[in-house]
RNA sequence: UGGGAUGUAGCCAAGGGGUAAGGCAACGGGUUUUGAUUCCGUCAUCCGAAGGUUCAAAUCCUUCCAUCCCAGCCA
């Protein structure tokens, strides 16, 4: 599959054909660890990796981890793990702003002996007034004019710990009228008496972003720096910075970032589904996060080959949840191996087959793909398949099993059904059939056309398993407090995963590995969970049997 | 009322003076031992709007309209 030419891919293949940067291209993938990943950064992880592959180059991976107050040793771990399933491959470069704080301090001192930077003793509060608005400039503060020497004794100062958490910051000098707010003196340096997930006590000023992340870039050689469009805005601060300490320049460019229907992709509301309780973990099936999705059993290519088909532009969009689903259904249709289930079942007694005789069949586990292994089912008289699959009365183009009818077992037989035996309510008990020996395997011996073919177990050896069927997967509360949560809960799994909720524990255990989907044919694609204690489904159009079957019968009607 | 960015189908998205790629969705049909898969076909007289330049404009120019981002000591 080729690469489409993003606006990324012509840059940097116009970078590379001038030589810039002597033709090297290096990107990073820069999660700040404060949260779980999630869809949206499955896009940057396949930009970043994708490009620095296609390129021959290297993708770092770094922690952006310049606010201690809300990073965490967890988040950090959770990151380099979902990265790796997704397919990043960081090698030994693993690398953290913290890393660079001894550096980006020195720097700063750099800035201050160039005049080009000041530390302020105005509070938050004022800052921002001093700021001014969209419309009107800034005001300077009366602090922006302080001699070089004081400002280096107060910043030293402040690292030395002198000072409260908001008495003073650091703060460039560039030019409180600028249109791009940005540049009116943006903070560098803020104090915060706080404990590092990695420096621990060692510091008590903190860098903030502006200043960090384009030094970050700077030092590790990257040539690319790729980010969101919402950082559009904060390039000329990028830049001002490199240039005006002389350094090694990267450039930023800006895409935009990935909406999807259906689900939320911010980590502040995802956090506050997963403290609310409203969610079982970051790991929640439902979650848009790359651990949910991957409990959920969606394989990591699925995922690269959406980025791909969502493509790269400069406009904010929003995908469509189909378009996911798409990209899971085709890899599964392709990889999930094959099984036959019966969940709510129907005894079927077949008239002329021998009552001590238990034949195994061959079963392919995949119908397109001979090279897989196939497997023996046991076959005997007494069968179960299921209820659904036969109507007393049949709406119109109802092909599965009816009284005086042929269907076809799968890989097994064709079966005339001749007699449904039913209870006093009326409902079928059983169902007295015969079967043609010249059919085994399920072939139509004479050529003669059967349509419909059905799933079945072997009534005595089939593995037992306890199922059960929702209409809707999950519970549907609608959380208040949670924005959004309504469109995130209702339609994580439903309007699309309308499905099946199967406890098929003792089946799939036999079958799947956690974490590997199968597909229970007419039903959709199961995935095992951790604890095994039930089967995780299915992705909206697995199940389109199902769908099938509803419009076909109504259409009947 | 400032600055930055963007407008091509229901949703993504190519195309950057020569007469609108592709995918998802939808719809119609063929094949099929999963009513799945697969295959074939249909789906923008038109590119935010209005003017202008040109033999020729989605592409160039002008004006207008709409949407998104920026006033954290978050990233």
């Given at each position: ?9 012509a ?8 030589n ?6 290096c ?6 660890p ?6 949206g ?22 922690f ?6 809300k ?49 302020d ?33 107060m ?28 540049m009116?003196d ?54 001002w ?7 090694y ?10 909406n ?26 439902r ?5 949910g ?59 002329n ?24 089912v ?9 209820r659904?699959?036969?109507?007393l ?13 042929e ?7 064709l079966?005339?059904?001749?007699e ?16 043609d020996?010249?059919?085994r ?30 209409e ?6 609608t959380?208040?407090?949670v924005?959004e ?8 799994n439903?309007?699309?995963v ?17 974490g590997e989907?199968v ?15 039930h089967?995780?489904p ?13 419009k ?6």
């Open positions: 599959m080729e690469a489409p030419v993003d606006f990324i891919r840059k940097i293949l116009d970078d590379t054909a001038s810039r940067y002597g033709g090297r291209v990107t990073r993938f820069p999660p700040e404060n949260g779980y990943l999630h869809l950064h499955a896009k940057s992880i396949c930009l970043n990796f994708g490009v620095a592959k296609e390129f021959a180059g290297q993708c770092n991976l770094r952006d981890d310049t606010n201690p107050t990073e965490e040793i967890e988040y950090v771990d959770a990151i380099r793990e979902d990265v790796r399933w997704l397919g990043g491959d960081w090698q030994d470069r693993e690398y953290y702003a913290s890393d660079y704080f001894e550096r980006l301090y020195a720097y700063a001192e750099q800035l201050i002996q160039m005049g080009r930077a000041y530390v003793d105005l509070s938050a509060d004022e800052i921002r007034e001093y700021r001014g608005t969209l419309t009107s400039p800034g005001r300077e503060s009366p602090y922006r004019n302080r001699g070089v020497e004081e400002n280096l004794d910043f030293r100062r402040m690292r030395a710990g002198e000072f409260p958490d908001g008495a003073r910051v650091l703060r460039a000098k560039i030019d409180m009228a600028a249109p791009n707010l940005v009116r943006p903070t560098l340096y803020r104090i915060r008496h706080a404990a590092h997930h990695r420096t621990g006590d060692m510091w008590c000023i903190y860098p903030l972003y502006d200043y960090t992340h384009c030094l970050s870039d700077s030092l590790e050689g990257v040539t690319h720096s790729l980010c969101t469009l919402e950082f559009a805005n904060n390039r000329e601060l990028y830049d910075v490199l240039a005006t300490l002389g350094v320049r990267p450039q930023q460019i800006e895409f935009a970032r990935l999807v229907t259906y689900t939320v992709l911010s980590k502040r509301k995802l956090i506050q589904l997963v403290e609310s309780g409203y969610v079982s973990g970051w790991d929640d099936p979650m848009p996060t790359l651990c999705l991957r409990r959920r059993g969606v394989p990591p290519q699925a995922l690269r080959e959406f980025c791909r088909r969502v493509g790269l532009a400069r406009v904010n969009s929003t995908v469509e949840y189909a378009m996911l689903e798409f990209c899971i259904r085709e890899y599964l249709n392709e990889h999930a191996l094959r099984f036959m289930v019966v969940l709510d079942p129907v005894k079927v007694v077949i008239e087959y021998p009552g001590n005789l238990v034949e195994e069949l061959d079963m392919p586990l995949h119908p397109k793909n001979p090279a897989r292994a196939s497997r023996k046991p076959f005997s008289r007494e069968l179960y398949i299921e659904d699959d036969f109507r009365e049949p709406p119109k183009k109802f092909h599965r099993l009816v009284v005086g009818a269907v076809r077992l799968r890989y097994a037989y079966v005339t059904c001749r449904a035996v039913t209870d006093a309510s009326g409902a079928v008990r059983e169902l007295r059939c015969v079967y020996p010249q059919s395997g399920g072939v139509s011996p004479d050529g003669r056309k059967v349509k419909g073919t059905i799933h079945w177990v072997c009534a005595g050896r089939a593995v037992p398993a306890v199922a059960r069927l929702y809707q997967l999950f519970v549907s509360e959380p208040e407090d924005p949560s309504k469109t995130f809960l209702n339609n994580l439903p309007g699309s309308r499905a099946v909720q199967a406890l098929l524990e003792p089946a799939l255990s036999d079958m799947a590995v956690e989907c597909q229970f044919e007419r039903l959709g694609y199961f995935c095992k969970d951790r604890d095994s204690t089967a995780l299915v992705f909206n159009r697995t199940v389109t049997l199902r769908d099938t079957w509803a076909l019968e109504k259409k009947g009607e």
